[in-house]
């Protein structure tokens, strides 16, 4: 199973604390990540450090259910959280104030499941892809959160 890696960044008018405080909040992600299906089981504050969750996701035709726990939250600069079960992954959210707004970048570290490597499309329609979905995730975001 290879490691892969994503990054895209935004700029949301809004503070750079009111944009973690909404994605820090595990309770929030299904609105703005599309191919994530439900959040469920949340044990501790929402968007607290420990915090753990279960999760369904959907990629590449197939559902994935796993467990997420918070790995770091500093209010109005970072969060981040890493997942295990269906598909390994580790999302970094950074929040920097830009002129009037935010600028948000989002790392994302995962591990296709080595049963799911045969199904990956070509790399330029798995890049397509992932970016389609990041496309989507900075949208809802900015329809959210920008003032």
Not at 44 to 71: H, I, M
Not at 98 to 118: C, N, V
């Amino acid at each position: 199973m290879a490691a892969r890696d994503y990054q895209v960044a935004v700029h949301i008018e809004n503070t750079p604390e009111a944009v973690i405080k909404y994605v820090a909040d595990v309770r929030n992600r299904p609105l703005f990540f599309p191919s994530l299906k439900s959040v469920s089981d949340i044990k501790g504050d929402p968007s607290a450090v420990g915090t753990t969750w279960r999760w369904t996701f959907v990629a590449l035709a197939t559902e994935f259910q796993g467990t997420a726990k918070c790995l770091e939250h500093q209010a109005g600069k970072l969060y981040s959280f890493q997942t295990a079960g269906g598909i390994e992954s580790k999302f970094t959210y950074r929040a920097q104030p830009d002129k009037k707004g935010t600028k948000l970048t989002i790392d994302l570290e995962y591990t296709i499941p080595q049963h799911m490597e045969s199904r990956l499309p070509t790399t330029k329609i798995a890049d397509a892809m992932k970016k389609a979905e990041a496309d989507q995730v900075i949208q809802n975001l900015k329809v959210i959160l920008d003032k």
